[in-house]
């Protein structure tokens, strides 16, 4: 029996030109599982940033800010199908553009 939906849990070309070289996705997503695939190292006052994805089918991402000297950690996640969002927020938080406030 043919999965309609089978393509929906796999990389395309379109998330490997959003993500470029160090995107790392599985060769196929597990429905509902969150999977590590982009980590983007921090410039001068920024934080080590990562992207993770789950697939539901329709895609979300998590990026996830890691704790730098009195700087903490912290997560947001975006809707369906934000990829360029998620790589915008990625690259600022290791820019050092985007940070919380206590």
């Known amino acids: ?6 393509s929906l849990y ?5 998330d490997f030109a959003t993500f470029g070289p160090d995107y ?3 060769e196929s997503f597990q429905h509902g599982k969150d999977y590590h695939v982009l980590t983007i190292r921090s410039q001068a006052d920024g934080q080590d940033a990562e992207v993770w994805e789950c697939r539901l089918p329709a895609t979300f991402y998590t990026i996830k800010a890691l704790p730098k000297g009195d700087k903490p950690g912290y997560s ?15 690259r600022a ?3 050092g553009m985007i940070s919380l406030n206590r």
């Not at 796999?10 to 379109?14: G, H, I, M, W």
Request: net charge negative; glycine share 4%; aromatic share 4%.
């Open 1 to 6: 029996m043919l999965d309609i939906f089978a």
């Open 10 to 14: 796999r990389p395309d070309a379109d």
């Open 24 to 26: 790392n996705p599985p």
């Open 76 to 90: 947001m996640s975006t809707g369906s199908s934000m990829h360029a969002l998620a790589l915008s927020l990625a």
């Open 93 to 95: 938080i290791a820019d």
